[in-house]
């Protein structure tokens, strides 16, 4: 008798707070039989919703070529394989790749999401990004490294239409970051840095621009860490003037007259 091939399940750990995983997430781990997970950045404490006897492989070590055999030879022995990522898998997580390679060898995959660091790091600042009459963009980037960036994505262009932004996997370049942030929203503008959000080592740091390759060497913060620029860290509770229609009394809708 043929053993059933489950679906690999693609989870977003969250930010890292075992708590801040989905349900959804949560059952998956529940129920696997072995969990590859990005070790270099999901905190052990997520795999706590794990069986004692579930297999746990760190992929921090492995290539790609890796990752999908150990899938792969887990689906074909009737195992059930979550593959868990940090945040959402669909940020930064290199999961199409790996898709492709299991489309490949016809097994089959679903995704699972998780919450992004930029969210967890707004939760823990009381921040909204899309204020009316201040923001209502959100850009989510990076800059490039040793992954380059489409030219027409480089941070120059998408930081002269200075909307909230949260800057990814970029810390390590923090004075060109600097740099390019300061030329187009000022040297005076807000910002914050949020290292290792909802975890037991989070620091979250608000600055100017100015002042943020400084704080950054001072707080000898190298990595795991999210910047974030934008208007909207500039106004306090008591500066609030524009508010959502949505709730405005005046304010005529489908559920309200």
Not at 18 to 44: C, F, H, N, R
Not at 76 to 96: C, M, N, Q, T, W
Request: with cysteine; charged share 25%; proline share 4%.
């Amino acid at each position: 008798m043929e053993k059933e091939i489950y679906p690999v399940m693609f989870v977003g750990a969250g930010p890292g707070d075992p708590d801040l995983i989905t349900v959804k997430g949560q059952q998956a781990l529940m129920t696997a039989d072995v969990v590859i997970y990005a070790g270099s950045l999901v905190p052990e404490a997520v795999l706590k919703w794990t069986r004692p006897e579930t297999r746990r492989i760190s992929s921090a070590a492995l290539n790609l070529g890796q990752i999908v055999d150990e899938m792969v030879r887990a689906c074909k022995a009737g195992e059930r394989v979550v593959r868990l990522h940090s945040g959402d898998p669909s940020l930064y997580g290199a999961i199409f790749e790996q898709m492709a390679e299991l489309q490949k060898r016809n097994i089959s995959y679903q995704v699972i999401p998780g919450v992004t660091a930029a969210f967890a790091a707004a939760a823990a600042m009381g921040l909204e990004y899309t204020l009316p009459e201040v923001s209502q963009t959100l850009i989510l980037t990076r800059v490039a490294g040793r992954t380059p960036v489409p030219e027409a994505e480089a941070l120059e262009k998408l930081a002269e239409h200075r909307t909230s932004m949260a800057v990814y996997l970029s810390i390590s370049l923090i004075d060109q970051v600097a740099k390019i942030l300061k030329e187009a929203y000022g040297s005076s503008a807000a910002c914050a840095v949020a290292f290792r959000v909802s975890q037991p080592e989070e620091k979250i740091i608000r600055t100017t621009l100015e002042k943020l390759v400084e704080t950054v060497h001072s707080e000898n913060i190298t990595h795991q860490a999210l910047i974030i620029v934008g208007k909207v860290l500039e106004v306090g509770t008591e500066q609030l003037t524009a508010k959502s229609k949505l709730y405005d009394k005046e304010f005529t809708h489908g559920y309200r007259k």
